[in-house]
């Protein structure tokens, strides 16, 4: 992939978001003047046409169209927001099957990603055809999402919230990764907005309320 190419990664458990929350941030991003790629969850494409879930030797190849697609879109624009990643195949492959072994690839896709959003459990559970089984698997699904990624020591941020509240808070999530004045006006306009709303930093001593005392300057000498 391009190294020009930001990649966001959206993931999270069943009926938590992630979908509609892609498609918000793609029709954001794109009005702010950014060559925007929305790419959409290959299973739900699958299951469509298959009219069922995939079984376990089904699942790698799902897994690999899923980043197929995701590097395609890579190589065409400067932004890519994926509706769903392999690990999200790898997840449901070791929660289903016990199947662990697509971990290792999906991982490594996500260390190439420039930041991962995961979906929040607040909203309500929604049936959505052959995909979701139900919402007593959100909560092992979400600890398997964060184990995996804990286990390489790969961040996330958790994108929470009803309605629009929930695409502002991933927009200022990702306003610093891609707030450039030459690139997004809108955005960069957002940065300086937050950045005026915060207090200023200042030295705080414990033994006095001098921002220069001493105790500061010898703090800052070399041992």
Not at 128 to 154: F, K, M, N, T, Y
Not at 167 to 195: H, I, S
Request: aromatic share 6%; hydrophobic share 40%.
């Amino acid at each position: 992939m391009p190294d020009a190419a930001l990649i966001v990664a959206i993931v999270g458990a069943e009926s938590s978001g992630k979908s509609t929350l892609a498609q918000a941030l793609h029709k954001r991003l794109s009005a702010e003047g950014l060559r925007c790629a929305l790419v959409n969850e290959w299973l739900r494409e699958w299951c469509d046409r298959e009219g069922r879930t995939p079984r376990q030797d089904e699942q790698s190849g799902i897994a690999a169209e899923q980043t197929r697609r995701i590097e395609a879109a890579a190589a065409s624009h400067e932004l890519v927001i994926c509706d769903t990643t392999p690990l999200m195949t790898a997840v449901y492959s070791d929660f289903i099957f016990g199947d662990r072994s697509l971990y290792p690839s999906a991982l490594g896709f996500h260390k190439r990603c420039s930041a991962t959003l995961l979906t929040a459990l607040d909203l309500p559970w929604l049936a959505d055809g052959h995909q979701r089984q139900g919402p007593e698997v959100q909560a092992p699904i979400d600890a398997l999402i964060r184990r995996s990624l804990l286990d390489v020591g790969l961040a996330w941020s958790i994108v929470a919230g009803q309605g629009e509240a929930r695409v502002e808070a991933a927009l200022d999530l990702l306003t610093l990764l891609l707030a450039r004045p030459d690139r997004a006006a809108g955005l960069f306009t957002r940065l300086q907005a937050q950045q005026a709303a915060q207090k200023p930093w200042r030295w705080s001593c414990e033994q006095c309320d001098q921002p220069e005392c001493e105790h500061r300057l010898l703090g800052d000498r070399p041992a």
